[in-house]
């Protein structure tokens, strides 16, 4: 097993080396509307989202200072991006979006209630949200609670607000929808805009993810995880616990767990795509149920 010597991003690690053949690799399923997402389709939709928020958010990733004097090099956190949201396709597109830019995605359970929200918006110091259609009331006051502007909220679902039936819902916020800005990234793509590259940080100190500890003892704590560390547990998984080649093609995955907590998030966004295509269904989905579903 040999671990990338640079800096390497889990977009990087996930989509910057994608062969034509791999392209057409079913990766995620919507359990109910039967919606695939090919490994090319989410590499493209996730360009077209990155680029949208890096037009529409203008979150700025701060540059990275020297610190000679210190023998261990700090933890580089980005633009701190929160995802509320239910197990959904789109979810992996979020999170290497943000990758992306340069951001640091802090995934919280799509269960929290506002006051919840309110403590982990406040400990990661969330400056954008994706929120899921069935979190947005919930979101929408936590984020009010900590000044954090709607403009700043992107609802996690395909279509527009008035696909959705949430413009009367919300009067004269300005929200929009992933897709919104993936559409406002492609016609910046064509017009030439690029992705901004992130400031260089020393190898494997770059934030991926703050992941909530479940406050057992106390309030949940952010635990910060580099990119380096889940691209090592990947590489560990894929070649031990779900070897490749116990795995035929089109052979499928029920996601049940909560790609929110950390265990969901390792195998289901980035080891089941590499092993097999991961057929979703929300949380809520009991397994009882998952034969009809396959």
């Not at 062969?19 to 919606?35: L, R």
């Not at 540059?63 to 239910?86: D, H, M, N, Y």
Request: hydrophobic share 40%; proline share 9%; glycine share 6%.
């Amino acid at each position: 097993m040999h671990l990338p010597s640079h800096d390497t991003t889990l977009y990087d690690f996930m989509l910057g080396a994608l062969t034509p053949s791999a392209c057409d690799t079913p990766w995620f399923i919507d359990a109910f509307t039967g919606e695939t997402f090919t490994a090319g389709y989410v590499k493209k939709r996730t360009d077209a989202l990155a680029t949208g928020l890096q037009e529409r958010l203008d979150l700025s990733v701060p540059v990275q200072k020297e610190q000679p004097s210190t023998p261990v090099r700090p933890f580089s956190l980005g633009p701190v991006i929160a995802i509320v949201s239910p197990n959904d396709i789109d979810f992996a597109s979020c999170v290497w979006a943000s990758h992306r830019i340069g951001c640091t995605v802090a995934p919280c359970n799509a269960s929290s209630t506002v006051d919840e929200l309110i403590h982990q918006f406040r400990l990661s110091r969330t400056t954008a949200i994706f929120a899921h259609p069935s979190t947005l009331d919930r979101v929408l006051e936590a984020a009010h609670s900590l000044s954090i502007p709607s403009s700043k909220i992107v609802v996690l679902a395909r279509g527009t607000l008035e696909d959705l039936g949430l413009l009367n819902k919300l009067p004269g916020a300005p929200l929009c929808t992933i897709d919104d800005l993936i559409g406002i990234g492609n016609e910046a793509m064509t017009r030439g805009v690029q992705i901004v590259p992130p400031c260089p940080t020393s190898p494997g100190r770059s934030v991926a993810f703050l992941c909530f500890s479940s406050g057992t003892t106390g309030s949940p704590k952010a635990v910060i995880v580099p990119h380096s560390a889940v691209i090592a547990n990947i590489l560990q998984v894929t070649a031990s616990a779900i070897p490749r080649v116990n795995s035929s093609p089109g052979d499928k995955a029920l996601g049940v767990i909560p790609v929110s907590h950390m265990f969901g998030l390792l195998t289901l966004i980035h080891v089941c795509p590499t092993s097999v295509s991961l057929r979703y269904c929300s949380v809520r989905c009991l397994p009882s149920t998952a034969s009809s579903i396959f």
